[in-house]
């Protein structure tokens, strides 16, 4: 650095030379004139004109008076470039600057010496700012480096961030901001928080401002935004940023909002607190019934045998009804949450099918009701089989065997379909009675849990788990489908498909 900085400074030491022995020519040229012009003058002034002779006594005087000017003026000019020549050689030594010595003048020797201690100061002062200069070049790609890290980590970020300056004009912003308020988050940078996201969403902006005048560090809210035709609702959290450390007076310089969707969890909140809120309902009726009449026995008011067991009976009747309901609870539950035990295996339905028949047979008989099954050509399919669990499917087909017996008034009919269909690789099972119906009003939600019709409470008591528990079975545990079809006063048909088992599927194709 020094044999450059020397280089740079001796920029046009040839130059110099060049204008000194310039200005010997004309000085001596001038000289020359004066000197002969004096002597003309004094020549022809014949010593009778007085102002002739003063002209030519000035012309000599300055003749002399340059010669010396110039004669002073050579020396420095000599001197300087003495000192010029010295570095010019000296110039490729590394690291340190030359010395310069001039012997014969005290005034270019201390001039010499001031000059080496000026660059010596200047090499010192120079590596300093070399080295200073290195530093901050490694600070700046190290911020650079930081810089992008940053936006990537805030580009890849599921919630949406928006970042603002203290004029509320956007820094920074995600694709998932993007997506939220329906702006280009890349090349929107410089505007207006309020024009981006629009009138509509003014509430989100003016939190910004609140955020940013309090000064509080953090603030969370929940805001509401609409958007796909539904309300969503956003954990949205406010933190303030401030100038670095050292920075007087300490001000805030923007805002960062971070805005997670919490619908869904909202949603489930919703659920479980109405699932909380039916399931003590329904455990609140079997329970009093069962501690009415166990409070009326222990009473004594069952004075004969026949009352007493009336009373066991409907104590018995309710006992198995909320051992039922904690059941379908507990299976729903499990289900829903994945943790329930499958153990799938090829099973037919036809064997599964005649089993809850026979279950249900005395229940049919009591209200006089003829059941019949059979496939489309009037008896029972043999390769039907299905890979499922076995004890899942048979609560499936009692569900539907027992409410259509529920629903059906004596004297009604009840028949069990079964049907394979070898093109779409599947079995399917309807249960079809001459029941009370739905109406198309509560047809769409009659798999909903807890959900019962107006029509199903006055014709028979139940839970609304049931059907629920039927369609969580089908759908979820063995990836099939539910149907259900049903006119008021005429009857429904309840149903399900379940995917063949490789089995059954090799054995139809062979037949």
Known sequence: MNSQLITMN???VGDLEFKRNLYVLISCIVVCILFAEGLAEWH????????????????????????????????????????TRELKQERAGAGACPSIKLNGNAVLNELSEAINDRLGNSGSYIAELEKQIKDLQIQIQLSKRQKVNTEAIIYSI???????????????????????F?????????????????????????????????????TRREINFSGDGKLKTFDCI????YNPKGWEPKQICGVVAVLHDITREKE????????????????????????????????????????????YSVIQSQTKRLNRLIEDILNTSRIESGLIKVEKKPVSLTILIEE???MIKGYADEKNISLSWGDAGGKPIVFDQVYADRDMISQVI????????KYTQPGGSIKVETEVDEIANLARVSVTDTGVGVDEENIEHIFDKFYRAGADKSQAKGTGLGLNLVKQIVEKVHNGRVFVTSQVGVGSTFGFELPLSPEAYLVNSES
Request: net charge neutral; glycine share 12%; aromatic share 10%.
């Open 238 to 241: 406010v933190s303030c940023v």
């Open 158 to 180: 599921r919630d949406a961030v928006v970042v603002i300056d203290e004029f509320d004009k956007l820094l920074m912003a995600n694709e998932a901001a993007g997506k939220l």
């Open 398 to 405: 009692v569900n539907l065997l027992s409410n259509a017996v």
């Open 356 to 358: 809850q028949l026979q």
């Open 268 to 311: 489930k909140g919703e659920m479980k607190n109405d699932f909380v809120s039916r399931v003590s309902h329904e455990l609140k009726t079997p329970l009093a019934s069962i501690a009415a009449y166990s409070e009326m026995l222990l009473d004594g008011e069952a004075r004969d045998g026949q009352t007493r067991k009336e009373f």
């Open 44 to 83: 022809y002034s014949g010593f009778g004109e007085g102002w002739r002779l003063v002209t030519s006594v000035c012309g000599v005087l300055g003749a002399v008076g340059v010669i010396l000017l110039g004669w002073y003026w050579l020396k420095l000019a000599w001197g300087i470039t003495s000192i």
């Open 182 to 218: 329906s702006f280009d988050y890349k090349n929107s940078q410089h505007k207006p928080i309020g024009e981006l996201v629009g009138p509509e969403r003014g509430g989100f902006v003016d939190f910004l401002r609140q955020s940013r005048r309090s000064g509080v560090r953090h």
């Open 10 to 12: 001796l920029y046009g």
